[in-house]
């Protein structure tokens, strides 16, 4: 288990993570969410005591980072790749740090194989491309089998079939009841991975829940309604106080309306009482990187349009 | 490279990792020891410093001792005759000193460049035994290879003096005199072999003196500028201070003292005495390395 408790970081006057204080439980993954510059990896590093906070503290198994014996056996962390030596090879590194944990040299082919580098393991680095980088992050993580990894952006560079292997890694460790607490900016990656979201924005908690949780949480519920009479069907809604937003049809297809305010049944009544035919009821759920944007919005620290969020709207070919 | 195939082997440690059967000091040493040795610029480095020291050893010392029998008598030649030890242990040493001043920043520096600090410390969170071994293992490196290359630079030099005769061709009264006679240096003649194992000594302290630079610094360029800027520049010219406020502040600056050490006979002025003049280096660069290791303490990695 990881727990921050009022974790402050300060770079000169810039306050890079503000009070911070979050709890992160084994046996699933915890999804890190923040827009750039909102303060995950700094955070990361607060809670492996690269950096020190200059308030708060940030403990793993209740234990500071500095205080863990042979750390690796308890903590893996992959923090950033390419952090190596360009002029040593990838099992040399591993090497060093399996000595300094009192690991046999054994282990150190074991990871390479899992993470699929056994043929290159003796080639320096500096030949490496990112995603072969990240996976020697991830050997370094995997290392001491630790009970706690922390992830920053585990998917980096990596290819369609590593990103898929990356993720069912995630979840095997979390299915052993360990703690995986990882960052990414890819929303919708989050939303296919991990079981639990802390949400952060300029440095402060902005949510920390389920991920259905904070879907369902952070967005308005709409739904999708087709009918041949949507101009009837419109006008019985808004009478109802629901807020219609009619929307272009599509080829072929009948006019559809975007309703918020009134839940599917409820339409579903109003049309039976007026004998209005229905073609599509469907209760439309925003995705992760709607919700996120909404969460978020306000707490962008680098972007064009900073505190001027435009709601996302749901596309019209409604599928779900 | 090829690509990377996606692997079926299972995350999990297969069996149970054994425990550590080790003090946790053991290990840092250990894995210090293999972070110097994986890198081609330790080997690259300490290559020139050997190549360097044996061959400008070799070679100006037998350009001087043909300058001598030729009559050329520059003040390297009277060097050679006043002091041959100092002379010896002087030329390769004092430029393959330089290759050494490299190593000792670039073990600290590359840490910083590459990002590979941070994974050490994730390995050895508590910075001070993560510094004191790699100090350790690179001192014990240096050492044992400086101590290689002193006593064998030591032993060219002797032999190339030893085995020169120098004649002196004088013109007296219508007659050319030649006058023979020979150098001789020896082990057991005094303060020859505390020279040579001084000599290690001091470039072991040397390149010390340089990772502590070094771990202040945490750039590369600049950490190897500074080192070798204070050892070739500014320590020297501070011999050109005035007045004897001037004398006592060069003499105590760190690798002059340290130099003391590497000569074998006492200069006349020479404040201090070789061992003094060690300690005195000896005590600076602890000085540096103590700040070194409480900024890397206090700093964010």
Same mark, same amino acid.
């Given at each position: 288990?990881?727990?921050?408790?009022?974790?402050?970081?300060?770079?000169?006057?810039?306050?890079?993570?503000?009070?911070?204080?979050?709890?992160?439980?084994?046996?699933?993954?915890?999804?890190?969410?923040?827009?750039?510059?909102?303060?995950?990896?700094?955070?990361?590093?607060?809670?492996?005591?690269?950096?020190?906070?200059?308030?708060?503290?940030?403990?793993?198994?209740?234990?500071?980072?500095?205080?863990?014996?042979?750390?690796?056996?308890?903590?893996?962390?992959?923090?950033?790749?390419?952090?190596?030596?360009?002029?040593?090879?990838?099992?040399?590194?591993?090497?060093?740090?399996?000595?300094?944990?009192?690991?046999?040299?054994?282990?150190?082919?074991?990871?390479?194989?899992?993470?699929?580098?056994?043929?290159?393991?003796?080639?320096?680095?500096?030949?490496?491309?990112?995603?072969?980088?990240?996976?020697?992050?991830?050997?370094?993580?995997?290392?001491?089998?630790?009970?706690?990894?922390?992830?920053?952006?585990?998917?980096?560079?990596?290819?369609?079939?590593?990103?898929?292997?990356?993720?069912?890694?995630?979840?095997?460790?979390?299915?052993?009841?360990?703690?995986?607490?990882?960052?990414?900016?890819?929303?919708?990656?989050?939303?296919?991975?991990?079981?639990?979201?802390?949400?952060?924005?300029?440095?402060?908690?902005?949510?920390?829940?389920?991920?259905?949780?904070?879907?369902?949480?952070?967005?308005?519920?709409?739904?999708?309604?087709?009918?041949?009479?949507?101009?009837?069907?419109?006008?019985?809604?808004?009478?109802?106080?629901?807020?219609?937003?009619?929307?272009?049809?599509?080829?072929?297809?009948?006019?559809?309306?975007?309703?918020?305010?009134?839940?599917?049944?409820?339409?579903?009544?109003?049309?039976?009482?007026?004998?209005?035919?229905?073609?599509?009821?469907?209760?439309?759920?925003?995705?992760?990187?709607?919700?996120?944007?909404?969460?978020?919005?306000?707490?962008?620290?680098?972007?064009?349009?900073?505190?001027?969020?435009?709601?996302?709207?749901?596309?019209?070919?409604?599928?779900? | 490279?090829?690509?990377?195939?996606?692997?079926?082997?299972?995350?999990?440690?297969?069996?149970?990792?054994?425990?550590?059967?080790?003090?946790?000091?053991?290990?840092?040493?250990?894995?210090?020891?293999?972070?110097?040795?994986?890198?081609?610029?330790?080997?690259?480095?300490?290559?020139?410093?050997?190549?360097?020291?044996?061959?400008?050893?070799?070679?100006?010392?037998?350009?001087?001792?043909?300058?001598?029998?030729?009559?050329?008598?520059?003040?390297?030649?009277?060097?050679?005759?006043?002091?041959?030890?100092?002379?010896?242990?002087?030329?390769?040493?004092?430029?393959?000193?330089?290759?050494?001043?490299?190593?000792?920043?670039?073990?600290?520096?590359?840490?910083?460049?590459?990002?590979?600090?941070?994974?050490?410390?994730?390995?050895?969170?508590?910075?001070?035994?993560?510094?004191?071994?790699?100090?350790?293992?690179?001192?014990?490196?240096?050492?044992?290879?400086?101590?290689?290359?002193?006593?064998?630079?030591?032993?060219?030099?002797?032999?190339?003096?030893?085995?020169?005769?120098?004649?002196?061709?004088?013109?007296?009264?219508?007659?050319?005199?030649?006058?023979?006679?020979?150098?001789?240096?020896?082990?057991?003649?005094?303060?020859?072999?505390?020279?040579?194992?001084?000599?290690?000594?001091?470039?072991?302290?040397?390149?010390?003196?340089?990772?502590?630079?070094?771990?202040? &610094?945490?750039?590369?360029?600049?950490?190897?500028?500074?080192?070798?800027?204070?050892?070739?520049?500014?320590?020297?010219?501070?011999?050109?201070?005035?007045?004897?406020?001037?004398?006592?502040?060069?003499?105590?600056?760190?690798?002059?003292?340290?130099?003391?050490?590497?000569?074998?006979?006492?200069?006349?002025?020479?404040?201090?005495?070789?061992?003094?003049?060690?300690?005195?280096?000896?005590?600076?660069?602890?000085?540096?390395? &103590?700040?070194?290791?409480?900024?890397?303490?206090?700093?964010?990695?």
């Amino acid at each position: 288990m990881i727990e921050a408790q009022d974790l402050t970081k300060r770079y000169g006057d810039k306050l890079a993570v503000d009070h911070l204080s979050f709890r992160v439980e084994p046996g699933r993954v915890t999804g890190f969410l923040g827009p750039n510059g909102a303060g995950k990896s700094t955070t990361m590093r607060l809670v492996v005591g690269l950096d020190r906070p200059q308030e708060g503290r940030a403990t793993i198994n209740g234990k500071k980072y500095a205080d863990i014996a042979d750390p690796l056996r308890t903590v893996g962390a992959l923090l950033e790749a390419k952090a190596m030596h360009p002029g040593r090879s990838a099992r040399s590194h591993l090497l060093f740090l399996a000595q300094t944990q009192g690991l046999p040299s054994r282990r150190v082919d074991e990871v390479l194989e899992v993470v699929g580098l056994q043929d290159v393991a003796r080639k320096r680095v500096r030949g490496y491309s990112l995603g072969m980088s990240q996976r020697v992050g991830i050997a370094a993580a995997l290392l001491g089998d630790p009970s706690v990894l922390l992830l920053d952006e585990p998917v980096n560079g990596l290819d369609p079939e590593g990103i898929l292997w990356v993720r069912n890694l995630m979840k095997s460790l979390a299915a052993e009841q360990r703690t995986v607490f990882v960052s990414s900016h890819l929303m919708n990656e989050m939303a296919v991975t991990a079981d639990h979201l802390i949400v952060i924005g300029k440095g402060k908690l902005i949510a920390s829940c389920s991920t259905q949780e904070f879907i369902e949480r952070s967005s308005e519920h709409s739904v999708l309604v087709r009918s041949p009479e949507a101009n009837t069907l419109a006008g019985l809604i808004t009478a109802e106080g629901g807020k219609v937003t009619v929307q272009e049809p599509t080829n072929g297809q009948t006019e559809a309306l975007s309703v918020t305010g009134l839940q599917a049944p409820r339409i579903g009544e109003i049309a039976a009482a007026n004998r209005i035919v229905l073609h599509e009821l469907t209760p439309q759920l925003a995705s992760l990187e709607e919700a996120y944007m909404e969460l978020t919005a306000g707490s962008v620290e680098y972007g064009g349009t900073a505190h001027e969020h435009q709601p996302v709207t749901t596309p019209a070919g409604g599928s779900k | 490279m090829t690509s990377t195939v996606s692997p079926a082997a299972p995350a999990t440690a297969p069996v149970p990792l054994p425990a550590a059967h080790r003090a946790p000091f053991v290990g840092d040493l250990l894995g210090e020891w293999t972070k110097i040795r994986s890198v081609r610029s330790t080997i690259w480095t300490l290559i020139i410093f050997v190549v360097v020291s044996l061959g400008l050893t070799a070679l100006l010392t037998w350009l001087t001792l043909n300058n001598l029998s030729h009559g050329r008598h520059g003040s390297a030649a009277s060097g050679l005759v006043t002091d041959p030890v100092s002379f010896i242990l002087g030329t390769g040493l004092g430029l393959g000193q330089l290759a050494i001043c490299v190593l000792g920043a670039l073990v600290i520096t590359a840490e910083y460049s590459s990002g590979t600090i941070r994974a050490s410390l994730l390995a050895v969170p508590r910075r001070y035994p993560m510094f004191l071994a790699k100090a350790l293992v690179f001192a014990v490196l240096v050492f044992v290879v400086a101590q290689i290359v002193a006593f064998v630079s030591y032993f060219i030099g002797a032999a190339l003096v030893n085995n020169h005769v120098i004649t002196n061709s004088f013109f007296v009264a219508h007659h050319t005199i030649n006058v023979h006679h020979k150098i001789t240096v020896s082990l057991s003649q005094p303060g020859v072999l505390r020279s040579v194992f001084g000599a290690g000594l001091y470039l072991t302290v040397l390149g010390l003196f340089a990772l502590a630079i070094g771990g202040l &610094i945490r750039h590369t360029a600049g950490a190897i500028t500074a080192v070798i800027g204070m050892v070739l520049v500014i320590f020297p010219l501070a011999g050109l201070l005035p007045s004897s406020w001037g004398a006592h502040v060069h003499a105590y600056l760190p690798t002059v003292a340290g130099q003391l050490i590497t000569a074998d006979k006492h200069q006349s002025g020479q404040l201090l005495s070789p061992w003094q003049g060690f300690g005195i280096f000896c005590a600076w660069t602890a000085l540096l390395l &103590i700040v070194s290791v409480f900024l890397l303490d206090r700093r964010d990695a």
